[in-house]
C-alpha cells in the first residue's frame, strides 16, 4: 500500500448492488474527479517506480489508460496500450482469458517492446487477475519484462493478486477493499 492509500481509500465510492446483487462497485470516478486526490494517485506510483528504471508503462484497457498515460510522462518512459482484442490496427499479438462466463482476449502491437525492456503493468483494479495475467504473458512473450503489475485497487478476496503473485509477479495496489467495506 501506498503512504496516501487510506486517503486515496477515501474518495473511492463504493456503490453496492452493481452491476448485480450482491456486487460491491468499487468506482475510482470520485478519485479522477478530485484533482488533489489524483495528484496523490500518480504521485503514488510515480515514487514507487521512478528509481526502477521503468522503460515502459503497458496499461489495460480502459481505464488502466487513465493512470498509465501521466505515469509514463512523469517516468519519461513509453506508454504502450494493451488492448482489447480488435481495437490495434497493426500486426498484433493476443492472449485470451479465462471470465466467469466464458473468455476474453487483450492484444499488444508486436513491435511494442524489445527484448529485455523493463515494464510496469498498470490497471484500475484486480479483481479475479485474468486481465492482468493475460497482459502479463503478452509483454513476456514480445521480450519484455514485468518489473510488477500496478494498480489502484485489489479486492484480495477474489483471489487475483494470489494468482499474479504465484504466476511469478510482484504486485503493488495503492490500497485494498475487503468485501464488506
Known amino acids: 500500500m501506498s503512504i496516501y492509500g487510506d486517503y486515496i ?3 473511492i ?3 453496492p448492488d452493481w452491476p448485480q446483487a450482491g456486487v460491491n462497485f468499487r468506482d475510482i470516478t470520485p478519485l479522477l474527479q478530485n484533482s488533489a486526490a489524483f495528484r496523490k494517485l500518480i504521485d503514488s ?3 514507487r517506480y521512478q528509481e526502477l528504471e521503468v522503460d ?5 484497457d480502459a481505464r488502466g489508460f487513465i493512470i498509465g498515460a501521466p505515469l ?3 517516468l519519461g518512459c513509453s506508454f504502450v496500450p494493451v488492448r482489447k482484442k480488435g481495437k490495434l490496427p497493426f500486426k498484433t499479438i493476443s492472449e485470451t482469458y479465462s471470465l466467469e462466463y466464458g473468455e476474453s482476449s487483450v492484444e499488444l502491437h508486436s513491435d511494442a517492446f524489445q527484448k529485455g525492456d ?3 503493468v498498470m490497471d484500475d483494479l484486480i479483481a479475479t487477475g485474468g486481465t492482468m495475467l493475460a497482459a502479463a504473458k503478452l509483454i513476456q512473450r514480445s ?11 485489489d479486492l484480495p ?7 499474479i503473485r504465484q504466476s511469478g509477479h510482484n504486485v503493488f495496489a495503492v490500497c485494498s477493499f475487503l468485501e464488506n467495506e
Open 9 to 11: 481509500k477515501s474518495v
Open 13 to 15: 465510492r463504493t456503490v
Open 45 to 47: 506510483f510515480v515514487h
Open 56 to 60: 515502459a508503462v503497458a496499461a489495460i
Open 72 to 74: 509514463a510522462y512523469e
Open 118 to 120: 523493463r515494464i510496469v
Open 143 to 153: 521480450g519484455g519484462h514485468v518489473v510488477e503489475t500496478a494498480t489502484i485497487v
Open 157 to 163: 478476496e477474489l483471489g487475483g493478486s494470489e494468482k
